[in-house]
């Protein structure tokens, strides 16, 4: 049984819905453990004991004061005050409670761990904290335990990460911190994955690998081997071997931070300059990345490693880099003269006056329009960065430090020059190049050439229309900016964790309006952001197992052997009718804005099922009507066999989740690692079905669509759909302008051979 809410919590007790009480990295660790990635075994200290903790010090009051009116750009200040707040919480007593629940949890897990922080405002889509909070690695013994938590809760105040949430607008003292305390894995070997090739957006996974514990790879301490796979065979298509001198190994110190409980050992000679991983270690590991990309359905920057033969991810999270261009460049450099060579990590230009900073005290240096060069970056190196046109560094591969940070600030870089801090002089007029990984001497002159690309200024026009699926608010804006027709699944997952609360648990407690209001909040950032295209909300579809998560859910909740095809979706609306009530009001709150709010209903066993849904909104005011649809999710196999009694219910518009329905037609549960390649939305079986629903509504002048996984994954499943008539398909962010490629010519074929 779960222990939600608990101040330590173990791997296997939580997933990606319990984000506000273990952080980004501690949701991610659950969410692979139960899906039987090989992760390191470990538990989490929850938020709530960090702020049982700022509670019992009185600590809040004196944080909030000193924060109140810092400039986080001046950096002297910044670190005063950092210093200020990270004695008071290290000084502070921790309460005696969470103390003996930590050691009890050590106790069972025992011998090395490594605690790592786990923000609740990290390892999002949308920010990227890199390493902003503190790690400790080696660490032995209970009150050596205790010490390193409260050594992570002082570091959601490190300078970095103060300057880091006011860049972002995050409350200090609302964000949370949790703590991940896991097995060590004493790597061989080890390094970094990026599940979409980072710099140019390919589909390609790259891969860099080190000898040694992973952090050299993080920090940019060493250049990494370079290898890059095709994401459609499998078949390596780059290697670049990089010649490593030293690696970094446990000491035998512990208790201190990473530079301190790790030692460079050199590596043999014979060793430097080989491979540090085989062919067939290369594609095995891409194969486990596509698989984790799939799971969570975006991109992944996943961190591995490997221990005495064995393949272990260490933490993944989704890549917040990517950069979609509105246009693709042909670059004219005229009389370039380069003057020095190394990893492409930011794509663009850059031009300045070369500043040197070999010490993160003399960051201030650097001023608006500088090239800052550095033999590798850390998190105190931002607030330079920020104002920097242009990153070199020494050291380092596409996934190091400088790298990550350049491409979420949009500042040209490049890395792993070997030697610009000393080749470069203080003052020197360069162009930085982090497109080809390139400096130049000197401005260089440029000629742009515009060209088509995957997001072109002029639209490429089709008949079926692109959907997006999304979930998060934060997402909302930027994905509306796009050539995206609309929103084809909205899911309320998110929201839901969000508000944190069971919906009956709140009714008791006289807080339903409160869930409506927030559950409103939520939809109208969408709706907003769409306006006037449509948004079609998938109505609250969580299994018992999911609701149990939510506060005061145990109550409500009872255990299920298969939540999967148990109590869920549309037979929930026909049974608590009250709940369902609060989710129609808040549909309704946004539609008396934004009249592109329309609703689709999951999980439909049968026609009267759904009958009763249509009903229930009729009663409560939301009727069909020209701006007003409603749809109805394919996702088991009986509204294949009843699509057409289905459609008599009078509805406007279907929508596939091939997801289930391939599950429930192949009999497969889709984590299943033994069975993952039997899992196949292109098998024949499925494929019958998704022909006939999609033939049965073009027939009925139903609009149909997709909103599984399938056309995100498989092109030419999407030429099948548009053959088929599909009316619409709904895909995820990072594949949306390559589908309408798709889209347009698989219209285009169909014509000439009409």
């Excluded at 506000?20 to 659950?30: H, Q, R, T, Y």
């Excluded at 860099?208 to 940019?220: D, H, M, N, Q, T």
């Excluded at 599909?726 to 009409?754: F, G, H, M, W, Y």
Aim: glycine content about 8%; overall charge neutral; aromatic content about 6%.
């Amino acid at each position: 049984m779960k222990k939600k809410r608990a101040n330590v919590v173990w791997f296997m007790e939580v997933g990606k819905e319990d984000l506000p009480l273990v952080g980004g990295k501690g949701a991610n660790l659950g969410e692979l453990t139960n899906l039987e990635i090989p992760v390191p075994p470990g538990f989490i200290v929850t938020t709530k004991s960090y702020f049982h903790f700022l509670d019992e010090s009185g600590l809040r009051a004196k944080i909030r004061e000193i924060l109140k009116k810092l400039d986080p750009e001046d950096s002297k200040k910044l670190e005063k005050s950092a210093t200020r707040i990270k004695e008071l919480i290290t000084n502070a007593r921790m309460p005696q409670n969470i103390e003996n629940e930590i050691k009890e949890a050590y106790a069972k897990l025992g011998g090395l761990v490594a605690v790592r922080s786990s923000a609740t405002a990290e390892d999002l889509p949308e920010a990227s904290f890199a390493g902003q909070q503190r790690t400790f690695l080696n660490i032995q013994g209970e009150e050596e335990v205790v010490a390193a938590v409260q050594g992570c809760w002082a570091s959601l105040f490190e300078p970095r990460a103060i300057f880091y949430r006011a860049q972002h607008a995050l409350n200090h003292i609302k964000v949370g911190i949790a703590v991940v305390v896991q097995r060590m894995v004493q790597s061989k070997r080890s390094g970094v994955m990026f599940t979409r090739e980072p710099v140019t957006n390919d589909e390609k996974i790259a891969i860099e690998a080190v000898y040694g514990l992973g952090e050299a790879v993080v920090s940019g301490g060493v250049t990494p081997d370079l290898y890059l796979v095709d994401k459609k065979n499998f078949s390596i298509i780059h290697k670049m071997i990089a010649r490593q001198e030293w690696q970094l190994t446990k000491s035998s110190k512990g208790n201190t931070d990473i530079e301190e409980t790790n030692v460079q050992l050199p590596i043999s000679e014979e060793l430097q300059g080989k491979q540090k991983l085989s062919d067939r270690e290369i594609i095995a590991l891409a194969k486990l990345g596509t698989k984790i990309e799939k799971l969570y359905q975006f991109p992944q920057d996943i961190e591995w490693a490997r221990e005495d033969g064995k393949l272990y991810i260490v933490q993944t999270r989704p890549i917040t880099t990517l950069k979609m261009l509105e246009t693709e460049q042909v670059i004219e450099l005229s009389e370039a003269l380069i003057i020095l060579n190394g990893s492409p990590a930011g794509p663009g230009l850059g031009c300045g006056p070369v500043k040197i900073v070999l010490d993160t005290a003399k960051i201030d240096g650097v001023k608006k329009g500088d090239i800052l060069v550095a033999e590798m970056t850390t998190p105190d190196f931002v607030p330079a960065m920020k104002r920097a046109a242009g990153i070199v560094t020494d050291r380092g591969g596409r996934t190091c430090h400088a790298a990550i940070v350049s491409r979420e600030l949009g500042i040209p870089c490049v890395v792993g020059t070997g030697d610009a801090t000393q080749k470069l002089k203080s003052d020197q007029v360069v162009t930085v190049d982090g497109s080809r990984g390139k400096v130049y001497d000197g401005k260089v002159e440029v000629k742009v050439t515009e060209t088509a690309a995957p997001v072109s200024k002029t639209k490429i026009k089709t008949h079926t229309k692109v959907y997006v699926n999304l979930a998060e608010p934060e997402l909302a804006e930027k994905v509306a900016a796009r050539d995206v027709d609309g929103v084809g699944l909205l899911r309320a997952e998110f929201m839901i964790a969000q508000i944190g609360e069971h919906p009956r648990h709140m009714i008791e407690e006289g807080k339903g309006e409160e869930f409506a209001v927030k559950l409103a909040q939520g939809l109208t950032t969408f709706a907003k952001a769409f306006n006037p295209r449509p948004v079609v909300y998938r109505t609250t579809d969580f299994k018992t197992n999911e609701y149990r998560n939510l506060k005061g859910g145990q109550k409500y909740e009872e255990p299920e052997e298969n939540p999967m095809l148990g109590y869920r979706g549309c037979s929930r609306y026909i049974r608590e009718r009250d709940i369902f009530k609060l989710e129609i009001e808040a549909i309704k709150q946004v539609r008396e804005m934004y009249k592109n709010l329309w609703v689709m209903i999951p999980f439909v066993r049968t026609p009267a099922e759904m009958a009763g849904a249509k009903d229930l909104l009729a009663a409560e005011g939301l009727h069909q009507s020209q701006d007003f649809k409603l749809w109805m999710m394919v996702e088991v196999p009986s509204n294949v066999f009843l699509i057409d009694k289905f459609l008599d219910v009078g509805i406007d518009g279907i929508s596939i989740g091939s997801n289930d329905l391939t599950q429930l037609i192949l009999g497969i549960d889709r984590d299943s690692q033994k069975l993952a390649e039997q899992f196949d939305e292109r098998d024949p079986a499925v494929l019958m079905a998704l022909e006939r629903v999609i033939k049965a509504t073009a027939k009925r002048g139903v609009t149909s669509s997709i909103c599984g996984q399938a056309p995100s994954v498989y092109p030419e499943l999407t030429e099948k759909l548009v053959e088929w008539g599909i009316t619409s398909v709904s895909v995820n962010p990072d594949v949306l302008e390559k589908t309408r490629e798709i889209i347009a010519a698989a219209e285009q074929r169909l014509a000439k051979t009409a």
